[in-house]
Nanobody, 125 residues
Framework: QVQLVESGGPSVEAGGSLRLSCTTS????????VGWFRQVPGKARGGVAA???????TYADSVKGRFTISKDYAKNTLSLQMNSLKPEDTAMYYC???????????????????WGQGTQVTVSS
């Protein structure tokens, strides 16, 4: 069974930076798509960023230029560097992985069957 464990956060002032990490039990992270999603109470979970098997990335418009997604194949770790944080970035953040080989990532929840438990990020104004 694939396990994903997020860490990082939990709080920072507006304008600051945080780095989230996600460690997976999978041995071949280079063949899958992995992504970061976020959710606030009462709203649907939405895609923040995702990265494919060859390093292709996709970002939500709201985070472009501020967030960077990356993979460390040797450590089976996915990271999300978040800069210039805003109060509206406050949410529970989840990492997720595709089921099979994935070349081109997308940010659809339905494309990712494996999920971590989430880590809270709070940005104060």
């Amino acid at each position: 069974q694939v396990q994903l464990v997020e860490s990082g956060g939990p709080s920072v002032e507006a304008g600051g930076s945080l780095r989230l990490s996600c460690t997976t039990s999978a041995k071949r992270t280079d063949t899958f798509c992995v992504g970061w999603f976020r959710q606030v109470p009462g709203k649907a979970r939405g895609g923040v960023a995702a990265i494919g098997s060859v390093g292709t990335t996709t970002y939500a418009d709201s985070v472009k230029g501020r967030f960077t997604i990356s993979k460390d194949y040797a450590k089976n770790t996915l990271s999300l560097q978040m800069n210039s944080l805003k109060p509206e970035d406050t949410a529970m953040y989840y990492c997720a992985r595709s089921a099979d080989y994935c070349h081109t990532p997308d940010r659809s929840v339905s494309s990712f069957p494996f999920w971590g438990q989430g880590t809270q990020v709070t940005v104060s104004s």
